[in-house]
């Protein structure tokens, strides 16, 4: 049974009219809410919790952290990224999702700036399939249209990814890779544009059908970690004090 854990700074929700309005009980709390109706095992964490409610007991039974975070990024405590850093190398999955481009453990993971063009202008996004043959596109049509998105635009400042599973077109004439994938150390990394705060993408049945897909193929590389460090030799070696 894959175990979940929703991340959700959780603030946009309290300060902003608009988005309490669409996500009542939080952003977390809607995406666990499809994840437990697709059969997960869901638990939820917020921001302001004791250690942002990713204490090592909850991290070790974790499959698959997902993440979002827009306005308080800097809030997040390097102690706690280390920590979930150090879980993903071991094997956990991730699944950074809109303006988790940003955060402190995406960034960590990638090396590098992250950054991207973006605009908001309520315009049309079409997420395209540009990789059938992958298990996060299992059953999501060639393409699938968002009335209202922000607009993500190249160039994003990231490692070339390992996969790109989806690309989007936006009204405004921009493209973007929105779903592309990572392996780190053991762990496998899944980031996902869609789902700006102040429109309901995540009451769409595609982009929830993609982060239910994204879950699973980030929870299946679970294994044993690998043993650093000094290496006792197999044999004998010659002409050496090593046994």
């Known amino acids: 049974m894959i175990q979940v854990t929703v991340w959700n700074e959780f603030r946009h929700e309290k300060e902003n009219e608009v988005v309490r309005n669409i996500y009542p009980d939080g952003i977390h709390m809607?995406?666990?809410?499809?994840?437990?109706?697709?059969?997960?095992?869901?638990?939820t964490a917020t921001l302001d919790e004791a250690e942002h409610g990713l204490t090592e007991e909850v991290l070790a039974k974790t499959d698959c952290l997902i993440w979002w975070g827009h306005m308080a990024h800097d809030a997040v405590d390097e102690e706690i990224v280390s920590r979930v850093q150090k879980h993903v190398l071991r094997?956990?999955?991730?699944?950074?999702l809109h303006s988790g481009h940003m955060s402190k453990i995406f960034m960590r993971l990638m090396g590098t700036s992250c950054d991207l063009k973006w605009r908001?202008?309520?315009?049309?996004?079409?997420?395209?399939?540009?990789?059938?043959t992958h298990p996060i596109a299992e059953?999501?049509?060639?393409?699938?249209?968002?009335?209202?998105?922000?607009?993500?635009?190249?160039?994003?400042?990231?490692?070339?990814?390992?996969?790109?599973?989806?690309?989007?077109?936006?009204?405004?004439?921009?493209?973007?890779?929105s779903g592309i994938t990572y392996k780190r150390g053991n762990g496998r990394i899944f980031?996902?544009?869609?789902?700006?705060e102040s429109y309901p993408t995540y009451y769409n049945e595609w982009v929830q059908k993609v982060i239910i897909n994204g879950v699973k193929w980030?929870?299946?590389?679970?294994?044993?970690?690998?043993?650093?460090?000094?290496?006792?030799p197999f044999y004998a070696i010659e002409g050496s004090n090593e046994k």
Not at 91 to 96: E, I, Q, S, T
Not at 191 to 196: A, E, I, N
């Open 30 to 43: 809607q995406i666990a809410s499809f994840l437990k109706e697709a059969g997960y095992v869901t638990q």
């Open 191 to 196: 980031y996902f544009q869609p789902g700006h």
């Open 218 to 232: 980030c929870s299946e590389n679970r294994r044993t970690y690998p043993v650093y460090g000094n290496q006792k």
């Open 91 to 96: 094997g956990m999955g991730l699944v950074v």
């Open 120 to 132: 908001e202008a309520d315009e049309r996004e079409r997420l395209f399939v540009v990789d059938p």
């Open 139 to 177: 059953g999501i049509p060639e393409s699938f249209e968002l009335l209202k998105e922000e607009m993500y635009g190249e160039h994003f400042d990231i490692p070339a990814p390992d996969e790109t599973v989806f690309l989007s077109w936006f009204e405004g004439g921009n493209v973007f890779r």
